[in-house]
């Protein structure tokens, strides 16, 4: 069982409820819920129960809604109509390789008493509210549908409007040709007229950054036409579009995107839907990964925002240790996270720049140490080992450091300064090993 709550509110009008989903194994899943509503001095509340079965074989889907006295909801402040009553069901079985067939019916009841049948408008510019009565309906349907290879699917409705004794039947064809591009044709007859529309599109990227396009044109009954370019980036979502309905022509340009506070800083991103998290390293450009994608770098505060992750569920953040700098070193490469809804989390993967380089220690003739000498740096307990070309690998240098190392059971000395190679690991030398004690 899942329980749930909802709240909405805005000009005057307060509104929420409750509800809960249970299932049956075997039997499909069944949801309750009832909401109140309170604007101006009239309230009213509204009933939803609906049953859902799904399996291999059917699908079926049944539910009822009941509104009563004065029910209201924020898009009823628009004049969307919201119906006294209203019923609607489905049924669906898959024909194997042949498709799948199914009937559908929706049947909306208004309530002529009711003070406001179907919503509302100009309560505010007007100071006074004038009601929209919505419109009983009955409509039943047919439907069947088939794809054909990967690419390409046929759908053919027949449906029926039982007020006005109306038939109508629409078709269309699909094309999907990958990497998010489609285009379809389809015609829609009924007593009134034809409408026939065609459509080409490249849906905007969901994940990283990308440009789509759409065109839509529609002939007959309804003449219409549409044009829309979007392009997603790293900091928010841009849609630019013109369309003409009849004679009526509107264009249209819209920035979505999101501003989160958080860790110290301001992060701009693409509009958030569930949960995110700001990555933290400390260093600068470190690849961040979510659920072993790719996601991209963090800025110079060593922070990286995440707006995808998955609510209730356990999300894995990692950096990529194998795109680390060579001069970089990380306690923890991966972490598991399981956020609530719409909240952020802050993962802490810390990297630190460690002082480390190649010497290449050399004789007081200028040979270079023989290969396999041992090394220790003065004040640590660790050794390390002289390769080929008297080279040794040190960690953990200072800006003066002394090693000593033991030839032909004596001991040399050499002392060199550090200097730092950003991203990398200096070779420093050719320093000499004398003899003598150096302090």
């Not at 009933?47 to 079926?60: C, G, R």
């Not at 029926?160 to 285009?183: C, I, P, Q």
């Not at 809804?341 to 050399?362: C, E, S």
Request: with cysteine; proline share 4%; hydrophobic share 35%.
């Amino acid at each position: 069982m899942t329980l749930e709550t909802h709240a909405e509110g805005g000009f005057g009008l307060t509104n929420g409820g409750v509800g809960s989903v249970w299932g049956v194994p075997g039997f499909g899943q069944t949801s309750l819920s009832y909401s109140q509503s309170e604007f101006r001095g009239f309230r009213g509340g509204q009933l939803n129960v609906e049953h859902q079965y799904i399996s291999d074989s059917v699908s079926l889907s049944m539910a009822h809604q009941e509104t009563f006295e004065d029910y209201l909801d924020l898009a009823s402040l628009s004049g969307a109509p919201i119906p006294a009553r209203s019923r609607r069901a489905s049924l669906s079985v898959p024909l194997r390789n042949w498709g799948t067939v199914g009937v559908g019916y929706l049947a909306l009841d208004a309530d002529p008493d009711a003070r406001f049948s179907g919503g509302i408008v100009n309560c505010e510019g007007l100071g006074r509210c004038l009601p929209v009565r919505g419109a009983s309906a009955r409509f039943n349907n047919l439907f069947y549908s088939v794809q054909f290879a990967r690419q390409l699917s046929f759908q053919l409705t027949v449906f029926n409007d039982l007020l006005r004794s109306e038939t109508g039947v629409s078709a269309g064809l699909y094309w999907y040709f990958g990497r998010g591009m489609n285009a379809s044709v389809s015609a829609r007859h009924q007593a009134r007229g034809e409408t026939y529309t065609a459509t080409v599109q490249k849906n905007v990227p969901v994940e990283g950054t990308g440009a789509g396009w759409s065109m839509i044109a529609a002939d007959g009954l309804q003449e219409y036409r549409q044009a829309e370019l979007g392009y997603r980036g790293r900091y928010g979502t841009a849609t630019a579009g013109w369309n003409r309905f009849g004679e009526s022509r509107q264009s249209n340009m819209q920035l979505r995107g999101a501003v989160v506070a958080m860790a110290g800083g301001l992060h701009l991103s693409n509009p958030i839907h569930d949960s995110f998290a700001v990555v933290e390293t400390g260093v600068e450009g470190i690849k961040v990964l979510h659920e072993n994608r790719p996601q991209g770098y963090t800025n110079r505060r060593g922070q990286y925002f995440l707006p995808n992750l998955s609510s209730f569920d356990v999300n894995r953040i990692a950096i990529d240790p194998t795109d680390l700098p060579a001069d970089a070193q990380a306690e923890s490469t991966e972490i598991s996270v399981l956020p609530i809804d719409r909240a952020g989390v802050l993962v802490r993967l810390p990297v630190t720049r460690k002082k480390a380089a190649q010497i290449k220690l050399v004789s007081h003739t200028g040979k270079p140490l023989p290969l396999g000498t041992r090394v220790s740096l003065v004040g640590q307990t660790e050794t390390a080992v002289v390769g080929y070309g008297g080279l040794v690998y040190l960690e953990n240098l200072t800006d003066i450091n002394v090693v000593r190392a033991r030839v032909d059971n004596k001991t040399c000395a050499a002392k060199f300064s550090y200097q730092n190679l950003k991203g990398g690991i200096p070779l420093l030398g050719p320093v000499k090993c004398k003899w003598a004690s150096v302090r």
